[in-house]
């Protein structure tokens, strides 16, 4: 696990890092924080401060990364070096799938991912509500998951997000283990056909792993079960947030819909080739 030093200064170079390029980084916090070994960050130090730093952050059979420099000693090669590492784990694990993190205001990661020859895929928003007259709603019920609904919550994973079985078990298996996460099913008729999970920190609220089972959705439950998740955040005092892909259009207009906006967002690119290191 990484030591209260080393997550200090992760942190004191993101702020850094932020302040200077006016953006925000994703750096998988609950992950960075919760880290059973360090096999995944890669470090650089001169004199005893932190100059550049880069994770992985597994998911599945997928691994996203996403590192920083601090800004006056950029352009010396140093996250070069720490992709390189990264990447070589990478393959050494057998991850099936690299995505690559930018903010998307940052022209200069964009370049450089580009010249590195990795593709745009997708982009991610983070979303904040921001304030609408929710009203109560009926029509379903919301309890605490248990061990007997992972087979359920497995299934909607893989119909409504399109993951393999396997990448479902181990992101299911790993929630789990994070004290943080309340993770809620949802009951219509005492059957259930969705789940919600809400992670809170520091003042957030965070809803993750929303989804609906295909056969049931077009109904208004998801927007239903939404008004009463956010309503409920919002009034114990929580600051109500989330993230969703610009290609799942249904579920952006969704959230706008129930009053969240888009604060800030995240480019994805995906790297073809772990044999490719040797380029950097």
């Known amino acids: 696990m990484l030591t209260q030093k080393q997550l200090e200064d992760i942190k004191q170079l993101q702020q850094e890092c932020e302040t200077h390029d006016h953006l925000q980084l994703k750096l998988n916090w609950d992950m960075l924080s919760n880290r059973e070994f360090n096999e995944f960050d890669f470090f650089h130090y001169e004199n005893d401060e932190l100059v550049a730093f880069l994770g992985l952050y597994p998911f599945g059979s997928t691994v996203e990364v996403c590192g920083m420099v601090k800004p006056i000693k950029r352009r010396k090669g140093h996250f070069s070096r720490l992709l390189q590492q990264g990447l070589a784990t990478a393959k050494y694990k057998h991850f099936k799938k690299i995505l690559l993190n930018a903010p998307a205001s940052s022209v200069e990661a964009k370049l450089f991912l580009t010249k590195l020859g990795a593709n745009y895929e ?159």
């Open 122 to 280: 997708f982009s991610e928003h983070q979303m904040e509500w921001k304030g609408k007259n929710l009203e109560e709603v009926d029509g379903f019920t919301l309890r605490k998951a248990n061990i007997e609904d992972l087979e359920m919550r497995i299934r909607l994973d893989i119909e409504a997000f399109g993951i393999t079985i396997e990448d479902a078990q181990e992101m299911e298996n790993r929630i789990v283990g994070d004290s943080d996460n309340a993770i809620f099913m949802i009951d219509v008729h005492e059957e259930p056909v969705g789940k919600i999970r809400v992670k809170k920190e520091n003042g957030e609220a965070w809803i993750y792993g929303f989804s609906i089972l295909p056969t049931q959705q077009g109904q208004g439950i998801g927007r239903k079960v939404l008004q009463r998740v956010v309503k409920e955040q919002s009034e114990a005092g929580h600051s109500v947030h989330l993230e969703v892909e610009t290609t799942n259009a249904h579920a952006l207009g969704l959230y706008q819909s129930v009053g969240f906006i888009v604060t800030h967002a995240q480019d994805y690119y995906f790297y073809p080739s772990l044999s490719s290191t040797s380029k950097l």
